[in-house]
Nanobody, 126 residues
Framework: QVQLAESGGGLVQPGGSLRLSCATSGFSLTNYPITWFRQGPGKEREGLIYINFSDGTTYYGAAAKGRFTVSRDNAKNTVYLQMSNLKPEDTALYFC???????????????????WGKGTLVTVSS
């Protein structure tokens, strides 16, 4: 059973950094890609970073370029989203997701994936 669980959200000041975690089970990170998404209050969901760990293919959404990076801990089956220079407009519910259909990563950034975690809330405020 594919499962994902985000954690690490919280309150952070503008300009600060935060690392979110996505604990996974029921599938291999080598076989399934991961995408991080977010949805801010009153906003549409947006794709942040897609990564396929099998070949390193990575695509960035506009909001993530230059400030967000992704990494993983194989032993823990966990993927991380490192965010820096956070701004109030980064306030959102952050999700990780995965999918087994093998579509192009840009498609997933735009249209989402099949399996989702419940999200973790990030609030950027002074």
């Amino acid at each position: 059973q594919v499962q994902l669980a985000e954690s690490g959200g919280g309150l952070v000041q503008p300009g600060g950094s935060l690392r979110l975690s996505c604990a996974t089970s029921g599938f291999s990170l080598t076989n399934y890609p991961i995408t991080w998404f977010r949805q801010g209050p009153g906003k549409e969901r947006e794709g942040l970073i897609y990564i396929n760990f099998s070949d390193g293919t990575t695509y960035y959404g506009a909001a993530a370029k230059g400030r967000f990076t992704v990494s993983r801990d194989n032993a823990k089956n966990t993927v991380y989203l490192q965010m820096s220079n956070l701004k109030p407009e980064d306030t959102a519910l952050y999700f990780c997701a995965t999918d087994e259909r093998g579509y192009n990563g840009r498609y997933y950034l735009d249209y989402g994936m099949d399996y989702w975690g419940k999200g973790t809330l990030v609030t950027v405020s002074s």
